[in-house]
């Protein structure tokens, strides 16, 4: 939890259980990982390129959170969206 709090107001990246890619600014978190984002899209990803879906506002619940990670900003922004194709994430199963 200490360390997930040093990435409040940072922009994060969250990779959820049923396979999105959410990236905004951390906001809030509880002790059950609930996580508040701000700014935030959706990233999905599919052969034809990366489509970007704005969000605003987004609560995650803390069950659904696989891994949260603090985005490089500079390395973000230098990234070309529409030439990267990647398949869609698989939900994670347990």
């Given at each position: 939890?200490?360390?997930?709090?040093?990435?409040?107001?940072?922009?994060?990246?969250?990779?959820?259980?049923?396979?999105r890619?959410?990236?905004?600014?951390?906001?809030?978190?509880?002790?059950?990982?609930?996580?508040?984002?701000?700014?935030?899209?959706e990233?999905?990803?599919?052969?034809?390129?990366?489509?970007?879906?704005?969000?605003?506002?987004?609560?995650i619940?803390?069950?659904?959170?696989?891994?949260?990670?603090?985005?490089d900003?500079?390395?973000?922004?230098?990234?070309?969206?529409?030439?990267?194709?990647?398949?869609?994430?698989?939900?994670?199963?347990?």
């Amino acid at each position: 939890m200490a360390m997930l709090e040093s990435y409040l107001k940072k922009q994060v990246l969250v990779l959820t259980a049923d396979g999105r890619s959410i990236i905004g600014t951390l906001r809030g978190i509880d002790q059950t990982i609930n996580v508040v984002l701000e700014k935030c899209h959706e990233r999905v990803y599919s052969d034809e390129g990366i489509e970007v879906i704005p969000l605003g506002v987004h609560l995650i619940k803390g069950d659904d959170v696989a891994v949260i990670g603090e985005v490089d900003d500079e390395l973000d922004k230098k990234l070309n969206l529409k030439e990267i194709i990647a398949e869609p994430m698989k939900p994670i199963v347990h």
